[in-house]
C-alpha cells in the first residue's frame, strides 16, 4: 500500500507538471495573439491612412 502512494505520488507530480507546462503555452500563444493582433491594428490604421489620403488627393485633383 505505501508503495501505491508512492507510484500515485510521481503520477500525480508528473500531471501537475504536465498541465503546468500546458497552462505556460497557453499564456505565450496568448500573448502572441495580442501582439500580432496589435500589430495587425496598426497596419490597419496606416493603410486607412493611406486611403484618405489618396481620396483626399483626388478630389483635390478634380478641382482643378
Do not use: C, F, P
Not at 24 to 37: A, L, T
Not at 41 to 50: P, R
Request: hydrophobic content about 35%.
Amino acid at each position: 500500500e505505501a508503495e501505491r502512494g508512492i507510484i500515485d505520488l510521481e503520477t500525480l507530480k508528473q500531471t501537475n507538471q504536465s498541465l503546468m507546462d500546458t497552462i505556460n503555452e497557453v499564456m505565450k500563444i496568448q500573448e502572441d495573439g495580442r501582439q500580432k493582433r496589435a500589430a495587425a491594428e496598426v497596419e490597419l490604421v496606416q493603410l486607412e491612412n493611406d486611403i484618405k489620403k489618396k481620396m483626399l488627393e483626388l478630389s483635390a485633383g478634380g478641382q482643378h
